[in-house]
């Protein structure tokens, strides 16, 4: 690659351009790109940089096609006499249309690793109109500044100095990685209006919930949080109060005026409000029946409740099925067992009926623990605002859990991924009292390894239990686990580290068929570093299609594009999510123990692509025998090599992750 000088006309002293370079998705004819070599024009560089390329002046905002050249610049500065040039890849649209989401450059080419950074042009809801193609004789000439050429793209792309030691094999390789990840109907015909949706209790802090504002954003929705007086969106000056529109202060305690008041909210409003969102499991059937009162889109609220019950829950899907009792309160125990004709069948399960994180589930080798377990239960929600005391008995299936996640329109499914869940200490736990042993999640594999054919077997009847309970329509996270599985547990001969096996003569399985045996359906998006998980490896926005449906079917055009994966539904790498728990109790005095830690070791940066901790400084730290479940981080690892090396980089998290205590 020869370069020339800018041409002055071009206003870009800070780079200097090459030559063009014209592509057409294979898949159609979505856009087309210009590549540009840049590099800074001296090697001391010490250039002098034209006044669109400073941030100097606040009383206007940088332009992003301005701003992805600083980017470039700031690379360079940064990359030293050994790389001194790069790519610039502008993006331009072969048709036209609106856009379903202007941020989507960004969201799918997240994680490639040629790529050094990505800049969409667009505002929310931008219409795009079609750019012609540069003749070729026009070389490197831009007559009407190449700036401004740049502008009229959809988006740009910075690729990595390190990338282009053969530059050529580099743009082949990145025109392959925008086949894959562009191939969906990023433009609908129809113009978009900007809508606004209530989200009823906005999540605890921004660690937690960040990407679900950015996609409201990025879609052109404008949200009112609702939630409790104090919270950290209410504060109008505040540093993320440009995320919502307004933040109203209401109890959102799920008693027995929490329906209205939301209905007051919305009815008092004194803007236009086209839907309501929630994600909190004990607020979604209230939230659908604030809906139905208020005739906003919703799935009907009763789906909301079986679903939010776990007894009901079971008794749909099994309604004469052995070893399964729901009761009332603990006083119904005896009689149930005194009352059954069936010798139950240990170990059994118990958790109550309401609940999450799998709070309070025990499993039980004999009677004794399972009174213990029951009276445990019952009492867990007894006193909270939404009060109950029912508790679940069912029998301890002991084949491989797995997570489902589903996105689902009038009855079918257009996205579903799989991921392994792995045993949990409650799982390894042998029999007799074990205070420490739980359910709570250990560490997450996507995708799942299990045989293809127990994968659709699990999707197709998921899918029908959800339709069952209720629901044509929305974004589930399913838990479940395969009775007589050909997969189980063991040691790896390479490594030694626990992973799922196949084998086509499991001597543990039965002779029947694989089944699904359902835990529970969460009718929200999985939780949050799972979500942005399944974003990262496929491309899929979990929270960006929950918005879309809370506004009905006149966005289904945009939920069926938003719910297609990269290119052949297969991820961009090996993700596991890793739940490190606490090892003892205290005041947390470590500012934030993930980022220590991969300071501490910067290698590691590669592999891990997304982290959230729970647990910052001042926070009570809760031990591993207290009642309650509690985590001090995730840490979500990554390998473009194997399963194995997934398996090996989360390892290595476990036993390098630490935390300080206040007075250790």
Not at 147 to 160: E, F, S, Y
Not at 358 to 367: G, L
Not at 407 to 412: A, M, R, S
Not at 579 to 594: C, H, N, Y
Request: aromatic residues 8%; proline residues 6%.
């Amino acid at each position: 690659m020869g370069s020339v000088a800018a041409d002055p006309d071009a206003h870009s002293e800070g780079m200097t351009t090459l030559r063009q370079r014209s592509l057409t998705n294979a898949s159609g004819p979505r856009y087309w790109c210009l590549d540009l070599e840049a590099g800074l024009v001296n090697e001391g560089f010490t250039v002098a940089e034209p006044e669109d390329l400073h941030h100097g002046q606040e009383d206007r905002a940088v332009p992003a096609h301005v701003a992805l050249l600083q980017d470039a610049i700031t690379l360079l500065s940064c990359a030293g006499r050994s790389n001194s040039t790069t790519v610039i890849r502008i993006v331009y649209a072969c048709a036209q249309g609106f856009v379903v989401r202007c941020d989507f450059l960004e969201r799918r080419l997240e994680g490639c690793e040629i790529v050094s950074s990505v800049t969409s042009f667009l505002a929310p809801l931008t219409e795009v109109s079609v750019v012609p193609t540069r003749e070729h004789s026009s070389n490197n000439t831009f007559s009407d500044g190449l700036l401004n050429w740049i502008a009229r793209g959809v988006g740009g792309i910075v690729l990595r100095p390190s990338a282009l030691d053969r530059p050529e094999a580099a743009l082949e390789r990145l025109d392959v990685e925008m086949q894959k990840r562009l191939t969906f109907p990023w433009l609908v015909s129809r113009p978009l209006p900007r809508q606004r949706v209530f989200w009823v209790q906005g999540r605890q802090n921004i660690e937690g919930s960040r990407r679900a504002y950015e996609a409201a954003w990025a879609l052109g929705i404008d949200v009112v949080v609702l939630d409790q007086p104090g919270h950290w969106l209410e504060d109008q000056s505040g540093p993320y109060a440009y995320l919502r529109e307004a933040f109203i202060p209401v109890s959102v305690d799920v008693d027995e005026g929490f329906i209205q008041r939301i209905v007051d909210a919305v009815r008092s409003y004194p803007r236009r409000v086209d839907g309501i969102v929630s994600i909190s499991d004990a607020r979604l059937p209230g939230v659908a029946r604030a809906c139905e009162i208020l005739g906003l889109p919703t799935s009907p609220s009763a789906a909301y409740a079986i679903a939010g019950n776990k007894g009901a829950t079971r008794l749909l899907e099994e309604p004469n099925g052995r070893s399964q009792f729901v009761i009332n309160s603990p006083d119904e125990l005896g009689s149930v067992l005194e009352q059954s004709k069936i010798q139950l069948s240990y170990p059994l399960i118990v958790k109550p009926i309401t609940g999450w994180n799998s709070d309070c589930v025990a499993k039980c080798s004999d009677e004794t623990e399972l009174r213990a377990a029951v009276l445990r239960a019952s009492s867990r929600h007894a006193n909270s605002p939404n009060r109950s005391t029912g508790v679940v008995i069912e029998p301890y299936i002991d084949g491989p859990e797995v997570d489902a996640n589903f996105v689902l329109l009038n009855g079918e499914v257009l996205f579903c991924d799989i991921t392994d869940d792995f045993p949990c200490t409650g799982d390894l736990a042998s029999v007799g009292p074990q205070p420490a042993a739980n359910f709570m999640e250990t560490l997450m594999d996507v995708p799942s390894a299990l045989p293809e054919a127990e994968k659709a077997m699990m999707r197709d009847s998921l899918r029908q239990s959800i339709l069952r309970q209720g629901f044509q329509s929305g974004v589930f996270h399913c838990e479940a686990r395969v009775r007589h599985s050909k997969a189980y547990y063991a040691p790896r001969v390479d490594n030694g580290i626990l992973d799922l096996h196949v084998t086509e003569k499991n001597e543990t399985a039965a002779v029947e068929e694989p089944s699904c045996y359902l835990h529970e359906v969460n009718a929200r998006p999985p939780g949050y570093i799972n979500t942005v998980a399944a974003m990262l490896a496929y491309g899929v926005d979990y929270y960006a299609i929950r918005l879309l449906l809370s506004l009905g079917a006149q966005e289904d055009d945009r939920v069926r594009s938003l719910a297609q994966p990269f290119l052949g539904g297969e991820p961009q790498y090996t993700l596991g999510i890793t739940v490190l728990q606490p090892t003892r109790a205290g005041i947390m005095a470590s500012e934030d123990a993930v980022l220590e830690m991969m300071d501490n070791n910067p290698w590691m940066r590669e592999f891990i692509v997304d982290y959230q901790t729970c647990k910052r400084k001042g926070d009570t730290v809760q031990g591993p025998d207290y009642g309650e479940l509690w985590c001090v981080a995730y840490v979500t690892v990554a390998s473009r090599t194997s399963r194995k090396e997934c398996l090996e980089m989360v390892q290595w998290v476990r036993e390098h992750f630490t935390y300080q205590l206040e007075g250790e």
